[in-house]
T-cell receptor
Framework: NAGVMQNPRHLVRRRGQEARLRCSPM?????VYWYRQLPEEGLKFMVY????????ESGMPKERFSAEFPKEGPSILRIQQVVRGDSAAYFC?????????????FGSGTQLSVL | GENVEQHPSTLSVQEGDSAVIKCTYS??????FPWYKQELGKRPQLIID?????GEKKDQRIAVTLNKTAKHFSLHITETQPEDSAVYFC?????????????FGTGTKLQVIP
């Protein structure tokens, strides 16, 4: 049973370009969470999705950031017109359906560097 | 919303000594408290968790304690080893059922000196 898969592992973008980060949850998991981690800082919640639904996007910046989790395929975190401040590690986590879904399984993260 | 505070931000101990990391939370509805370990350049991984109906839980060299009245919980690592060096995150989550969001503390960088 493969774990949470994130790609790419490293992503370099120039200012103004778009960044697309992908996350495939563990098999059988239907909940996906995205977290951002700045150097020497903690994990900041961004968004929580279930299949085809955004449940909580309270941690997402209002502009340039969007997320989706389609019926088929991975969850995508999209950052438009990236700026240097977007440079960070972006972690995806998944959890199984049901009442005890608080245990998070993290992917290896995508390190985004904006030049 | 929930607010989790974690102390200290950095901690250095000699190999073999104990390490204690403390967290407080604000939302009395929280009743699940996991701890994650993140080694340098790696993903966070769950190492131990505790629910509010338990005051203490132990797993070999690590233990967690919970004081629900004071809204405090702590991670204790005994007989520390160099491989315990990592960043540790505490977290809090409300009761299971329905939507719940895990809120993380800011992390403690533990260095075990051989």
């Amino acid at each position: 049973n493969a774990g949470v898969m994130q790609n790419p592992r490293h992503l370099v973008r120039r200012r103004g370009q778009e960044a697309r980060l992908r996350c495939s949850p563990m098999k059988g998991h239907s909940h996906v969470y995205w977290y951002r981690q700045l150097p020497e800082e903690g994990l900041k919640f961004m968004v929580y999705l279930q299949k085809e639904n955004i449940i909580d996007e309270s941690g997402m910046p209002k502009e340039r950031f969007s997320a989706e989790f389609p019926k088929e395929g991975p969850s995508i975190l999209r950052i438009q017109q990236v700026v240097r401040g977007d440079s960070a590690a972006y972690f995806c986590a998944s959890s199984p359906p049901g009442g005890t879904n608080e245990k998070l399984f993290f992917g290896s993260g995508t390190q985004l560097s904006v030049l | 919303g929930e607010n989790v505070e974690q102390h200290p931000s950095t901690l250095s101990v000699q190999e073999g000594d104990s390490a204690v990391i403390k967290c407080t939370y604000s939302d009395s509805a929280s009743n699940y408290f996991p701890w994650y370990k993140q080694e340098l350049g790696k993903r966070p991984q769950l190492i131990i968790d505790i629910r509010s109906n338990v005051g203490e839980k132990k797993d070999q060299r690590i233990a967690v304690t919970l004081n629900k009245t004071a809204k405090h919980f702590s991670l204790h690592i005994t007989e520390t080893q160099p491989e315990d060096s990592a960043v540790y995150f505490c977290a809090a989550s409300p009761a299971p059922g329905g939507y719940q969001k895990v809120t993380f503390g800011t992390g403690t960088k533990l260095q075990v000196i051989p």
